[in-house]
């Protein structure tokens, strides 16, 4: 006769059944930390919007009308979205719900503070609200695929020939179109960019060009994890030369978040998101209170996460009553549709803002520009997670500190511009590519993890 083991033993054990239900505890005690963090960074955007940015910007738009009912709408959708936020913060290892946690804390949350404290209409109240549902639900739930990899012997000489490859590229047109020009001054951007107007780059090339933030971000970390210290050095340089050509200062701030995220970067921050955004955030409020510097308040709260926002409602607005684009300024434009619209469409919203600027919106504000609000509020954030679990297969096996800077660098884009437009020439499609030829050996990917 088989006696029982030692674990059948304690199965049913009063220790067991202890056990059982402490770590229920400690998981519903993570759950509660998690939305208190949360609700936490809600309270601090409120404070934030009150108190100094629609103060200090409310010629810009960020206006103050408090009606109760919207505020409280407001924080009701938070509420509801709240176990669907803290479940998507809790699948760590897929690089799309990463991407998607980022974008909740920098668009939709910022989205919710904007809605109760200026007092948006229902009607872009509800739009939001169901894209947000929508979006948080279908990333939940819809499987993630499986490709397998290629083997790393190909993978790693094709690596060692791209790199060569894009040096030869980058400075090529360096030396043809700046004369090799190397500027590392940011307050002098507009000009240069006013210059990179007028290059006759061929369309080819320009495409190329605009994949080199992505493909040399990936080869950087490639050397990286190989030590090889001397190449890191080369394409940190040849970046430097490739931000000059055309001065985009997210292109040079992505090199140190990447750089960031790679050397210093640990799975605690994830986890702790929102109370490091809200630190953040009152970080700025103090300077700005205390120290008049007004800043860091600027880019970080305003421009990062209240201006795309404001121009979601913005684009909400103008559509309401102006022919919709169908995406022609994307994919359908590449097949040679009628255009609708005689200048991009970021250059109409700009025009009727009254700026002259390019209004760069994406997920509402593309749906509202492309697509009827009751398919688009569906149909887009489907869209956008097909498009995610392509990063999910690509990322597959690779550590966490590889890749997320690039979830923070494309959390952004596809806030601030059009999800084709991210997909192409933003080097969305590109960075899949190279992450899923991405040489990592299994060995070290255990030992990135543990570490």
Known sequence: ??????????????????????????????????????????????????????PIYAYSGFTTDLVWIKYALSWLLVLVCLPLVVGLQGQEERPSSILVTLMNYVYFLPMTSYLGCKGSDLGFFCAVAV???????????????????????????????????????????????????????????????????????????????????????????????????????????????????????????????????????????????????SLGVMGCWVLEAGAQFLTPMSLFVRRLMYVPVQLSEVYAQFFREHPLNLFRDGILGKLSYDPVYSIKIPKVIGEYMGTGSSANNGLVGDMYANLPVVLGVFLMPLILVILFRLLDAAARDIPQKIYIGLCVFFAMSFCNGSWSTVLLSGGFLMACIFLYLFPVQKEEHVKNEQS
């Open 131 to 277: 894209y947000w549902l929508v979006l948080l639900a279908v990333q939940l739930r819809m499987p993630t695929i499986l490709v397998p990899k290629l083997p790393h012997r190909h993978t790693s000489l094709l690596f060692f020939l791209v790199s060569v490859g894009a040096c030869l590229f980058v400075m090529g047109i360096s030396g043809i179109y700046t004369g090799f020009r190397l500027k590392l001054n940011l307050s002098d951007v507009y000009g240069i960019r006013a210059e990179a107007v007028a290059y006759d780059i061929p369309g080819l090339f320009a495409y190329v060009l605009s994949w080199m933030t992505v493909i040399l971000s990936v080869l950087i970390l490639y050397w990286l994890q190989k030590r090889r210290y001397v190449a890191v050095g080369v394409l940190v340089v040849v970046y430097l030369f490739y931000y000059s050509i055309s001065a985009q200062k997210s292109v040079f701030l992505f090199l140190f978040l990447l750089l960031f995220c790679y050397l210093l970067y640990r799975k605690w921050m994830y986890r702790w998101c929102a109370g490091l955004l």
């Open 1 to 54: 006769m088989k006696l029982p083991s030692v674990t059948e033993k304690l199965r049913g054990s009063r220790a067991a059944q202890s056990l059982e239900k402490l770590s229920r505890v400690s998981r519903r005690h993570q759950f509660l930390f998690q939305c208190g963090l949360i609700l936490l960074y809600r309270l601090v955007l409120d404070f934030m919007y009150l108190t100094q940015l629609s």
